[in-house]
């Protein structure tokens, strides 16, 4: 199985910046495609930014111009750039993995992080 591990969330005033970091690790299972997605308490949880291996993106409307999506060369490591902050952007924040490139055109996740805790607040 492939495990997802997050790492970077924190607390931050509004208009700061923090980078999370995800690190695939686990069964040799291809991985077509990483992201993240965040959740509220009270709201379902929704897709903030997709990256594929051949490394093209897609991002929530709320997030862009403000957040930046990467993966690294071994397409094991995805990485958020979280710029701009505002409070609304507080949640909690998923890694996600993607073992086949149709499964990332019809949101199937195959496999979730635990999340990490981004607070944006003064």
């Known amino acids: 199985q492939v495990q997802l591990v997050e790492s970077g969330g924190g607390l931050v005033q509004p208009g700061g910046s923090l980078r999370l970091s995800c690190a695939a690790s686990g069964s040799r299972v291809s991985i077509n495609a990483m992201g993240w997605y965040r959740q509220v308490p009270g709201k379902q949880r929704e897709l903030v930014a997709v990256?594929?291996?051949?490394?093209?993106?897609n991002y929530a409307d709320f997030v862009k111009g403000r957040f930046t999506i990467s993966i690294d060369n071994a397409k094991t490591t995805t990485y958020l750039q979280m710029n701009s902050l505002k409070p609304e952007d507080t949640a909690i924040y998923y890694c996600t993995a993607y073992r086949l490139a149709y499964a990332v055109r019809v949101s199937k996740v195959d496999f979730w992080g635990q999340g990490t805790q981004v607070t944006v607040s003064s």
């Open positions: 990256i594929t291996r051949s490394e093209s993106t």
